[in-house]
């Protein structure tokens, strides 16, 4: 089990995800029976995945709601198994070592417009908003509410891009700690909604403000590759005259005369095939004769 959240996320490892500079996976799960919309996809943009997530949300299906923001981060972030253990059990595990996980969903390459999301709210919010309103969950910071024993709950927390390893560990451990705090009583139930935003600027080095290049290793110094090269020298053309060699000056095969070749092949084929029936008619020397004697003067 475990082997399929690797090979969802692994995808930002391949080449040809490296395309998507900008996209992050989208991670669910949840202690209920939750239909989701499209839940193998492993390309989606984020209003398409906003979408299937509240979709999949309209019958409020869990008493409690974690909803997470983690700006700055990609799906290659996740592959190692030390980044977000937790998580990886949750999704990857369902219903393992008792955790009553019985829905999940992982979206490794969710697409998303930094501009777009600057001017409204971002998937995070609109997934909590709609939780508030539809299933009239209450935040649980927020103290000047009281809240009943049977009222459904949101927490919802944002996260900056991560600058160390040990950071996605931390986001990992803050929400089993949250869940540890819904397993105290016997009949609890749980959704985990975890959203996130790919890296606004491109990785640097350490102490530098310069991005960071690779260079492919070379088995051959550069005294060896300055040998390889090959020697144009004798090769070059005389540049004394300045009307340049004939055929640079004249085109001799253009369009036009490579149409007149296409259309002298059919007219040809048309021209021999009418002398070859010219030369094989077969009439005799007395059908141009005049005819002489009775018969001649009967007519």
Do not use: W
């Amino acid at each position: 089990m475990v082997n399929s959240f690797v090979s969802a996320v692994a995808l930002a490892a391949l080449p040809s995800a490296l395309a998507f500079s900008n996209a992050s996976p989208y991670f669910f799960f949840s202690t209920a029976e939750v239909l989701i919309p499209g839940a193998e996809t492993e390309v989606a943009t984020a209003l398409d995945a906003t979408d299937r997530l509240i979709e999949s949300l309209k019958s409020c299906p869990t008493k409690s709601y974690i909803v997470v923001e983690q700006h700055g981060v990609s799906a290659a972030d996740y592959i190692d198994e030390h980044a977000a253990p937790r998580l990886r059990s949750y999704v990857a595990n369902p219903g393992g070592n008792d955790n009553k996980i019985r829905s999940t969903m992982i979206i490794p390459e969710v697409i998303s417009s930094a501009s777009r999301f600057s001017k409204m709210a971002t998937p995070a919010q609109q997934i909590a908003d709609y939780i508030r309103q539809n299933c009239g969950a209450v935040d649980v910071e927020d103290t000047t509410t009281s809240v009943s024993k049977d009222a459904k709950k949101i927490t919802t927390f944002a996260v900056d891009a991560p600058r160390t390893e040990q950071d996605l560990g931390k986001t990992d451990a803050r929400i089993e700690d949250l869940i540890v705090e819904l397993s105290g009583s016997e009949d609890y139930d749980f959704t985990v909604i975890y959203t996130t935003t790919p890296r606004e600027e491109p990785i640097t080095h350490e102490g530098s403000g310069k991005k960071a290049t690779y260079e492919m290793e070379s088995p051959f110094d550069d005294a060896v590759q300055m040998e390889l090269k090959r020697d144009l020298s004798s090769h070059r053309r005389a540049s004394s005259s300045k009307e340049g060699a004939l055929f640079e000056r004249y085109q001799y095969f253009t369009p036009g005369i490579f149409m007149a070749f296409i259309a002298i092949i059919p007219m040809f084929s048309i021209i021999i095939v009418g002398l070859r029936a010219l030369t094989s008619l077969e009439v005799s020397y007395f059908a141009f004769s005049k005819e002489m004697g009775p018969a001649a003067s009967r007519k």
